[in-house]
């Protein structure tokens, strides 16, 4: 990111994104630590620190939306966490949610345990399923994608939206979330909420702040109507 391409974003906010609602307990996010992507480079990056947590925000209030049970909602919010971490590069990369996948299933103590998180076995299987097939289009699912798909269904399609509602961080308009590839209903309300997380942590990075302190403002940001 960078200043002039935020000011544009900024300036060309569209009008499905306007605010309409405060939240007034926004969850509080959960940052992947820099060691566990695949590049150093991409901890900054468009898929990087900052995007793996608002993803997560995005899908724990979409989890609160949808009423999922506690491990339900815990499995989505580890998934969003790290859904990118593994990335190999920032262009199409398609193998990268199956290597995150693999990677959590290998790193889930340590994760977990970064996150002040426990969950049972089932749970880490079901978010290293949604991880593997968050980039892939449902009618491009091989007969083994639509098994992974079977055991995760809510889990897959929360993942998907929460990625897709955070790509107002891209520079063509072109590349902004685009509804008809999901398989959830997503809340009007979400759109702005999803613009103004992305706005605001992407500029305080750009004034100087940490990641953390950069999605804590954010955090605050989406909890007042301006």
């Not at 049970?69 to 590069?89: F, P």
């Not at 996150?115 to 299987?125: E, Q």
């Amino acid at each position: 990111m960078d200043q002039p391409t935020l000011t544009w974003i900024a300036a060309n906010r569209p009008a499905e994104a306007a605010r309409t609602v405060a939240v007034p307990d926004p969850p509080i996010p959960l940052l992947p630590e820099p060691g566990w992507f695949a590049r150093e480079q991409a901890v900054d990056g468009i898929h990087g620190v900052r995007h793996n947590a608002r993803v997560y925000l995005l899908a724990d209030l979409l989890a609160r939306y949808y009423g999922l049970h506690d491990e339900q909602r815990a499995a989505l919010r580890l998934a969003a966490a790290v859904h990118d971490c593994r990335r190999h590069n920032d262009q199409t990369d398609p193998e990268h949610g199956q290597r995150a996948a693999h990677w959590l299933a290998r790193h889930h103590q340590a994760v977990t345990a970064s996150f002040h998180m426990s969950l049972p076995a089932g749970a880490v299987t079901a978010a290293c399923a949604a991880i593997s097939l968050h980039n892939i289009d449902y009618t491009a699912f091989s007969a083994a994608q639509r098994k992974a798909y079977a055991r995760a269904p809510r889990l897959t399609d929360l993942l998907k939206a929460a990625d897709c509602l955070d790509r107002y961080r891209l520079p063509l308009d072109r590349w902004w979330p685009d509804l008809a590839r999901l398989r959830v209903d997503v809340p009007a309300w979400m759109y702005g909420i999803a613009f103004d997380l992305m706005l605001a942590s992407e500029q305080a990075r750009l004034d100087g702040a940490g990641h953390h302190q950069a999605l804590t403002h954010a955090r605050h940001t989406i909890s007042h109507l301006r």
